[in-house]
């Protein structure tokens, strides 16, 4: 919340850190103004606009939100960014929308505000010593700079404006050290980035250090957020300045793009030297062992998202700008073609996995012909997961983990073989029929499965498991003359599997999705199955359930639920308006983006894709799946995501017969109907 609500009084770089330092004139030298601290030497002129500068910017945002909400409100709600951006006279523009403006420049005041304060107490504490110079064991460092404790600073600051690569070596000396940065270091620094040229940026010794900070699993985050916080980052790497305290207007991007990238770097390293604890499962280390271009990965960890600053599209501007890059950065051509590579295809793989079939080929067959290689792949999956780690607390969850995994490990079989004629679909199934009859014991029954598997489809034998094919063969058997048979059963995490089986009827899934909605349980994804015999089997994955202690009481009351609701429609309905109320995130009012509807026939042989993407709020799916059941379409596999309060809603659907809806016209009534669903859900 304090960054994507920021308090303007009291939150982080906040007023009240301004007042902080007005109370410690007033404590130390009578005196308030910021000129008195100046002659004291406690700040610097420079630091003396910046807070001057700030203050005015922040009174001015919080007399805003007083007028606008009526009320002492001093939190920078997301329902009044937007307003008090446009009382600030903030207006869209071709780099963003205006609200992302005010954010940006809201953060940089902040930004500034905490380092001079962080400065300011530093040098306050420094001159309250009775006897500074015994305090702290002194030693010269090559460059020359001081090691004063554990406090790194420059020797002689005036050698900075002759030779500016002492800048890039102080930070590099920093690191071999394991030292911090001494107040006087950020004033030395930020009083000499002019002196940095485009000869410093290609000086190869220059180059060399900033790759071993880069490289340094345990220093690099720590010396990078300094190098960006005085500024110099983006005077060495210009192209980074566009994204500087840049914002993405959503709870999904939680992060600053330019503390995004810094936090990829770090996530990378956390991979390489498995101290995450919940990427472990993943096996990642024998990925970075087998790695060629360690450096070209760190690399583009810490550039991917530069496009950002440049408008729409920022993966292949951000590829454009690598080249230049690349080049002052001393790659060779072909390092500098995988960097462009890295960066213009960085969502290639959580695209696929997240809106794609897996169990379809042509996803998998494309993501394979665009990367080409084995080590490219390698490089996009590492990347792809630092990635998201580092976006925020929404981007990652052991569903998505397990969906990426699956991905590379297909691609990477397809590359391997180096065979791209497509496997032989009824060779694979079976395969997973004999893996199936191999786990039944007596010789009747395996002649009765056989019989039964002979009549499923390829896709639902190529997308379960033999052990999930056994147990919903006994849930088919187990049905008899009942409504439904629910099976419930936890996977990873906090991630649970539902399988109901039940007789098939329209609009069967719309019914499950608005149960579950109604319990409060978050759908993940579905695969929906229909038998030859008429039986319906729906496997629904979810996450987060409202009462983890006690699982079974909740799958007790959706298990009458559906029962009901299978008996009569209107028990749905009364069922929907009376159990949710909305979220908290709806609550707050979100921002939202204009609905959107895209329909493909090139993404499968076999089934339309429809990608729905709208703001989230309650009962959205379930408005959805009911306008797919109104207008006699039949979801066959649903890929469902709420990143940060934005639905992406992804399903393979086709007509009452199982053809595709290959009819410009039906495609037209179909996005007019779904569009027209979400503009009345509220």
Not at 217 to 226: G, R, Y
Not at 310 to 322: D, E, F, M, S
């Amino acid at each position: 919340s304090y960054l994507l609500e920021p308090h303007v009084k009291e939150g982080v770089g906040g007023l009240r850190d301004i007042h902080l330092i007005r109370w410690a004139g007033i404590t130390y030298l009578h005196d308030a103004s910021l000129d008195s601290l100046i002659q004291s030497e406690w700040i610097t002129p420079a630091e003396k606009l910046w807070l001057e500068q700030a203050y005015d910017f922040l009174w001015r945002v919080r007399l805003q939100l007083h007028q606008l909400t009526g009320r002492r409100q001093d939190q920078l709600l997301f329902s009044e960014q937007d307003q008090v951006a446009a009382r600030l006279g903030f207006l869209d523009g071709q780099q963003g929308s205006a609200v992302e403006a005010f954010m940006r420049l809201y953060y940089r005041h902040t930004a500034r505000i905490r380092r001079t304060t962080s400065f300011f107490l530093e040098r306050l504490q420094e001159g309250q010593r009775m006897f500074p110079k015994l305090r702290f064991r002194r030693r010269i460092l090559p460059g020359p700079f001081l090691l004063e404790g554990t406090h790194i600073h420059f020797l002689e600051p005036e050698w900075v404006r002759k030779d500016p690569r002492l800048l890039m070596r102080f930070f590099w000396q920093a690191a071999q050290s394991n030292a911090h940065f001494h107040h006087q270091a950020g004033h030395v620094i930020r009083e000499n980035l002019d002196a940095v040229d485009d000869v410093t940026r290609k000086d190869p010794e220059v180059v060399q250090q900033f790759m071993a900070i880069l490289l340094d699993p345990q220093h690099a985050f720590d010396v990078l957020k300094v190098m960006l916080e005085t500024r110099f980052l983006e005077v060495f790497l210009p192209e980074l300045a566009a994204v500087r305290y840049r914002v993405q207007h959503d709870v999904y991007h939680l992060y600053t793009v330019d503390e995004h990238l810094l936090r990829t770097v770090r996530v990378l390293h956390q991979m390489e030297q498995q101290t995450d604890e919940q990427l472990l499962p993943l096996g990642l280390s024998d990925v970075f062992a087998q790695l060629e271009n360690r450096r070209v990965l760190y690399i583009a960890a810490l550039l991917h998202d530069v496009g950002k600053g440049q408008g729409k599209g920022h993966a292949v501007r951000g590829a454009a700008l690598a080249r230049g890059m690349g080049e002052r950065l001393g790659l060779t051509p072909d390092e500098t073609y995988l960097l462009c590579f890295l960066i213009e295809f960085h969502l290639l793989l959580a695209d696929t996995a997240l809106k794609r079939d897996l169990m379809d080929e042509k996803p998998v067959f494309r993501c394979a012909i665009e990367i080409g290689d084995r080590e490219r792949l390698r490089l996009l999956y590492l990347l792809t997961i630092a990635d998201s780690k580092a976006t925020g607390f929404g981007a990652w969850n052991t569903w998505k983990a397990s969906l990426l995994r699956e991905l590379f490990f297909k691609v990477d079989r397809l590359l391997l073989r180096g065979d791209w004629q497509r496997e032989d679909v009824r060779e694979r199934s079976e395969e997973a029929q004999n893996q199936v009859l191999n786990l039944v014991g007596p010789a009747s029954e395996r002649e009765t499965i056989a019989l039964w598997l002979d009549t499923l489809s390829f896709r639902y034998l190529l997308s379960q498991g033999p052990e999930a094919i056994l147990r919903h063969h006994r849930m088919e058997k187990d049905l008899g003359g009942r409504p439904l048979v629910l099976d419930t059963r936890q996977t990873e995490g906090d991630m649970w599997q539902i399988t109901v089986a039940t007789r098939d009827r329209p609009g069967l899934f719309a019914i499950i999705t608005g149960v579950l909605w109604a319990r409060g349980l978050n759908i993940l994804a579905a695969d929906i199955f229909t038998r030859q015999s008429g039986v319906a089997l729906d496997v629904i994955i979810v996450e987060r359930l409202p009462d983890p202690l006690h699982p079974g009481e909740l799958w007790g009351k959706v298990e009458t639920d559906l029962i009901e609701a299978l008996k009569d429609r209107t028990y749905l309905d009364e069922l929907l308006s009376s159990k949710r109320k909305p979220s908290l995130l709806q609550q707050k009012c979100l921002p939202r983006k204009e609905d959107r509807v895209l329909i493909t026939e090139e993404a499968s042989d076999f089934y339309t894709v429809i990608e729905v993407y709208t703001w989230d709020r309650p009962g959205v799916l379930h408005a959805i799946t009911n306008t797919f059941f109104e207008l006699d379409v039949s979801i066959q596999l649903a890929k469902i995501s709420t990143p940060g309060a934005q639905v992406a809603d992804v399903f393979y659907v086709t007509d009452l017969s199982g053809n595709k809806l290959d009819d410009q016209m039906l495609h037209e009534k179909l996005r007019q109907g779904l569009l027209g669903c979400l503009s009345v859900v509220c």
